[in-house]
C-alpha cells in the first residue's frame, strides 16, 4: 500500500536468468524489457520481488536491489521481497 497507494503510473517488468550473472542480468532485463513504453528512470517507489531457487542469496537479492536503484533516482524507496520456487 506504502509503494502503491496514489503514486502514479505504475510499471511491471519481468526477467530471468541462470548462471554466473543471473542476477544482474535479470534485473537489467526485467528494468528494459521492451514491452515497457516507459522508463524507470525518476521512479520514486519500487515494490521488487525476487524469486529464486534454493541457491537464491540474499547478496543477489540485494543486488538486484542496487541495480534497480541506480536505474531509477537518488531518493528512492525499494520495498523487496524474495520467494523460493
Request: glycine share 10%; aromatic share 2%; hydrophobic share 40%.
Amino acid at each position: 500500500k506504502t509503494v502503491m497507494q496514489n503514486q502514479g503510473s505504475a510499471l511491471m517488468g519481468i526477467g530471468t536468468a541462470n548462471g554466473e550473472n543471473r542476477t544482474a542480468e535479470a534485473t537489467k532485463k526485467a528494468i528494459s524489457s521492451p514491452l515497457l513504453e516507459v522508463s524507470i528512470d525518476g521512479a520514486e517507489q519500487v515494490l521488487l520481488n525476487i524469486t529464486g531457487g534454493p541457491d537464491l542469496s540474499l547478496f543477489e537479492a540485494q543486488d538486484a536491489s542496487d541495480i534497480v536503484a541506480q536505474a531509477a533516482t537518488s531518493d528512492i524507496n525499494i520495498i523487496f521481497g524474495t520467494s523460493i520456487n
